[in-house]
């Protein structure tokens, strides 16, 4: 007798649920037809005027940082010259439109997820919430969206074309393609682009009913069973958003394959020039059909690998050295990674509300705490002199920001690098309850070609098994020298002499300098620094001296240039601390 009236209960609790929730979704909508024009205009108006008013500017500094660059050879420069027109011109249509559809799905989305995120459990005054959250913020978030897109044209393309004008090293050769390979390099991209994007998209047209039906039973498991993000009374009503809304997250998929396609099939053009073979362009045009349905299955935990035939379209496939240099522990993982998976299909992560999974998605917790480790360690700085006020102020007027913009988080980098080292983690130790490893980091590309490097780089610090005192030196030589010769470091007070120790932490150094240096062209970063350098300049000015002041006198006494032993670190600590009483806290962080 006990199941009949676990059901009814779950029956009764299921058609109470349902007035609750239509209440809230016309709310939302409402809200959304009121808030929605607004956002609309405002970011479909101001990309569009970003974009119209740097074309010209992006048109004109394109060709000539193409013309001019080194980095691509004779024949490989003229044919980009000649193809660059039709990306240059499609751009603005593409951005225009872009910007529309993407003002449209937020100034819709953004209200109507406020809405329900009105009812969690930490609102107070559910009510009030539920007709104001979601219309002043989502304002807000469209101007921060033209803020970013604006970053992203300005800063973030200048930034590339530099990097592509700049010499070429020593011992660097210029990207080039043959002559005699360019006929069957076009000839690959005309059969690959039109076979590709058929076959890939009719792969994901016969995937597309599948995600659709697992996605809504898995909701509907969590619903009923109360796991996952609906585990929480209060989150309930999120069950009959993201079923109504799960359809268009399947469009979006089936969109952006179709759009994958095409880029998919003008590699194999890359593919025949690496490989020098006609033949294995052709293969991969066959093979990368066959690696979408296998990363498909994988996706919507279906069977493991593809039936479609995968033909070898290189002559070494074999993994890379430096892969194989992070031992056997990451093997082992991977190798694990896909039965613990068939295990753990149906159990999401717990959590409260929408805005709280969105939050403990792991990119974002990552790129948190890179800004929150940035904070810490610039407090820190500003507080020993290695920072000064002049610094921030070269940074805010004259927009000279590499100490703060690439040696802090570069610091900030290798101190998490340090840490994880001597605490013989596999992976990141980014705070004290947190481990970023392969298995439980960021599994996009992007995040992994940021994190891939340092765990290499990690394993390296490992191995030069670096004392106190040259950790303490460390932080002085990536604020103050160019770190370009391990000369460089004979007037420091350096532990090591073998110019190969000095080498090798050199070019860690320069790396990290380097990976930075790629963020900072992430549209968010540049919002996210500047408020960085607010709070640092704030702080410099509460720091009751003056930081100019305090700069001069630790740097006449230390020099510019030398490295403090321990004794003379907490000689100065303490003369700080006489003056300034203010303690930092650091957050428990790396």
């Known amino acids: 007798m006990e199941v009949p009236v676990v059901f009814l209960a779950k029956l009764w609790s299921f058609i109470s649920f349902l007035p609750f929730f239509l209440l809230l979704f016309l709310l939302g909508l409402l809200k959304a037809a009121l ?6 205009g405002i970011i479909f108006i101001g990309n569009s005027a970003v974009i119209i008013g740097l074309w010209t500017a992006h048109f004109v500094w394109t060709y000539y940082c193409v013309a001019k660059t080194k980095k691509l050879g004779l024949v490989l420069k003229i044919v980009v010259l000649v193809l660059l027109p039709v990306p240059l011109v499609l751009w603005p249509i593409f951005g225009i439109v872009g910007s ?22 930490n609102v107070t005054d559910k009510f009030y919430h539920c007709f104001v959250d979601g219309c002043w913020s989502t304002i807000k978030g469209g101007c921060t969206v033209v803020q970013d897109f604006t970053d992203f044209c300005f800063h973030s393309y200048f930034s590339y074309m530099d990097e592509l004008i700049e010499k070429l090293l020593p011992d660097e050769k210029p990207m080039d393609i043959k002559l005699s390979k360019l006929p069957s390099c076009l000839l690959a991209s005309l059969i690959g682009v039109p076979v590709d994007v ?7 047209l016969w ?7 697992r996605g809504w039973k898995r909701l509907l498991e969590d619903l009923v069973g109360r796991e996952g993000p609906f585990l929480e009374t209060v989150c309930v009503p999120f069950a009959g958003l993201a079923i109504i809304l799960w359809p268009l997250a399947v469009v979006g998929a089936l969109i952006g394959a179709i759009v994958s396609s095409f880029f998919l099939g003008l590699y194999s053009g890359v593919i025949v020039h690496q490989e020098d073979s006609l033949q294995m362009g052709l293969a991969y045009i066959v ?7 296998e990363y498909v299955n994988d996706l919507l935990y279906l069977r493991e690998g593809s039936r479609l035939p995968r033909p070898k379209y290189r002559r070494n496939m074999g993994p890379s050295p430096e892969r194989e240099k992070l031992g056997d522990n990451h093997n082992n993982d991977s190798k694990n990674g896909r039965e613990s998976s068939y295990t753990s299909k149906l159990i999401s992560e717990r959590s409260r509300t929408l805005k709280w999974a969105m939050q403990q998605y792991k990119p974002m917790q990552v790129w948190d705490w890179l800004f929150k480790s940035c904070e810490v360690n610039g407090r820190i700085l500003l507080r020993d002199g290695l920072i000064t006020s002049k610094d921030i102020e ?7 920001c ?15 690098l340090l840490a994880s080292a001597k605490s013989n983690s596999s992976g990141l130790v980014i705070s004290d309850d947190v481990e970023l490893t392969r298995m439980n980091g960021p599994r996009d590309k992007v995040f992994e070609w940021f994190i891939g490097p340092l765990l290499i780089m990690k394993e390296q610090i490992k191995r030069l098994q670096l004392d106190e005192n040259e950790e303490i030196c460390l932080r002085e030589l990536v604020m103050r020298c160019k770190n370009e010769t391990p000369e460089e470091w004979d ?9 190969v120790r000095r080498a090798q932490l050199q070019s860690i150094i320069r790396r990290l300098q380097g990976i930075v240096a790629s963020m900072s062209r992430v549209p968010t970063f540049r919002r996210r620094f500047r408020n960085l350098v607010k709070v640092l300049y704030i702080e410099a000015i509460q720091g009751g001296a003056s930081v100019n002041h305090m700069g001069g006198i630790l740097e006449a006494r230390y020099g510019n240039n030398s490295c403090n032993q321990s004794e003379d670190k907490n000689d100065r600590d303490e003369t700080i601390n006489k003056g300034e009483h203010k303690e930092y806290d650091n957050g428990n962080l790396v």
């Open 402 to 416: 590499k100490k703060l913009g690439i040696q802090l988080p570069a610091w900030s980098l290798l101190q998490c």
């Open 394 to 400: 070269e940074c805010i007027l004259k927009g000279n």
């Open 491 to 499: 007037d420091t007070e350096f532990a090591s002499s073998d110019k």
């Open 100 to 121: 529309l559809l993407g003002g449209v799905g937020y100034g819709l989305f953004a209200p109507l997820l406020a809405t329900f995120e009105a009812v969690g459990e």
């Open 207 to 213: 995937k597309s009913p599948c995600m659709l039906f």
């Open 287 to 293: 093979s990368v059909v066959s690696l979408f349905d």
């Open 198 to 204: 058929l076959l890939i998209t009719a792969v994901a």
């Open 35 to 40: 808030i929605g024009p607004v956002v609309v």
